[in-house]
């Protein structure tokens, strides 16, 4: 769209593509991934989905493309797994975020946890879109390959609230990817954009795209020219032929779209997008789509104080009941904790006693045997002395 076009040329112009100059030129990428996997910053995620249908499971499929490159593309979720077990998980492995796909009877939800001890959001997802449907709608469709590579570009829109569920959602997303350094970005490495509209109801949409930059006001020919691979020249018998054959038709179709989409890039790029030259932003749909309808926002990991419900409004003297049977359980649980604590001693030292016990009952036997013994050669050699 023009707008999300727009959106995303303004924060590239404002400032994303950093200080003018050539290219730094690009790390190898064993090394970036290595130093990425050391970085304990870059926040990490688990997309999960248990007991659901094959269209919800390819929905995880493309969530995860979308979370990619630092998610568990290919993890696995048995029937004995439990909530508790990616838990544990999470924190060995740098894990700080849980996306878990459910199915019931009213409809598909989501969960969104921050690991281990939250907050937890809870979502409706009352329609969506898989990425091979999205596909299917476009003329010239794009498999995902070295986008996925490197992190999408959030753009969060109408998260501006100051009530806490806004203020919870805009966190809760932005610390899901990984934060951009002005100073330091690639503009190679911005190949995606994740865009989260929430609209005036409080329901939100999102949308993956492909992130791609073109020469602005160039033609076909001359963008061919361009690029480090020489187009076949052989049916012409003059470059000019190959240059003016397209004339004024052939004009980039990023240019289309005016000048609302068209930025000067601080850093060259590959596809003849030179720095300091006019270069335009196209964005091309990847999928999935979702619709999220915010439900609850709870305090802890799956449970805990409710600090928001989209359908229940309780009163103070209701929300200090419910936090006085919280701590109440807590206390329980500590005690319950405890009492199993000084049973598990309990039966270590019993079993330790009746371990001395029975080696000194063992040794008493052997004792009384070797005695036995001993009273027996002593009576023999005296008969035969007789």
């Known amino acids: 769209s023009q707008d999300t076009a727009h959106s995303v040329a303004s924060l590239w112009q404002e400032g994303i593509m950093g200080k003018a ?77 849980l996306m878990a796909f459910s199915k019931t009877a009213v409809g598909t939800n989501l969960r969104l946890a921050r690991l281990p001890r939250g907050p937890t959001l809870t979502f409706r997802v009352p329609s969506y879109s898989l990425a091979k449907d999205v596909s299917s709608q476009m003329a010239k469709p794009k498999s995902p390959g070295q986008q996925l590579l490197t992190p999408p570009l959030l753009v969060l829109n109408n998260f501006s609230g100051e009530d806490v569920a806004t203020k919870l959602l805009a966190t809760t997303f932005q610390s899901m990817f990984p934060s951009i350094d002005v100073s330091t970005v690639e503009l190679g490495d911005l190949r995606r954009v994740c865009l989260i509209h929430r609209d005036s109801e409080g329901d939100m949409y999102l949308r993956h795209y492909e992130l791609s930059v073109k020469p602005a006001g160039v033609s076909k020919s001359i963008k061919s020219l361009l690029k480090p691979k020489v187009p076949d020249l052989s049916k012409f ?125 063992h040794k008493a036997k052997h004792s009384t045997e070797d005695d036995d013994k001993d009273a027996s050669a002593d009576d023999d050699d005296d008969a035969a002395a007789a």
């Open 21 to 97: 100059g050539k290219s730094k030129g690009k790390k190898n990428r064993r090394q970036k991934h290595a130093e990425a996997e050391l970085d304990t910053s870059i926040p990490r995620s688990f997309v999960i989905g248990k007991d659901v249908p094959p269209s919800v499971q390819q929905l995880v499929t493309d969530v995860r493309s979308v979370m990619a490159p630092y998610t568990a593309l290919k993890l696995k979720v048995s029937k004995k797994n439990v909530m508790k077990d990616f838990v544990a998980m999470a924190g060995p492995l740098g894990v700080s975020h």
């Open 237 to 361: 018998n003059d470059v000019s032929e190959f240059v003016l054959r397209g004339g004024e038709g052939y004009e980039s179709d990023a240019s289309d779209m005016g000048e609302s989409n068209k930025v000067e890039l601080a850093q060259t790029l590959k596809g003849a997008n030179l720095a300091a030259s006019k270069s335009a932003i196209r964005l091309t749909e990847m999928g999935p789509r979702l619709s999220l309808s915010l439900l609850k926002v709870e305090e802890g990991f799956c449970g805990g104080e409710v600090l928001f419900h989209s359908h229940v409004r309780k009163t103070q003297e209701q929300m200090a009941a419910g936090k006085r049977k919280r701590e109440k359980a807590v206390l329980l649980k500590a005690y319950r904790k405890a009492e199993q604590a000084r049973n598990v001693e309990k039966k270590a030292a019993d079993r330790a006693e009746n371990r001395e016990r029975s080696i000194a009952g």
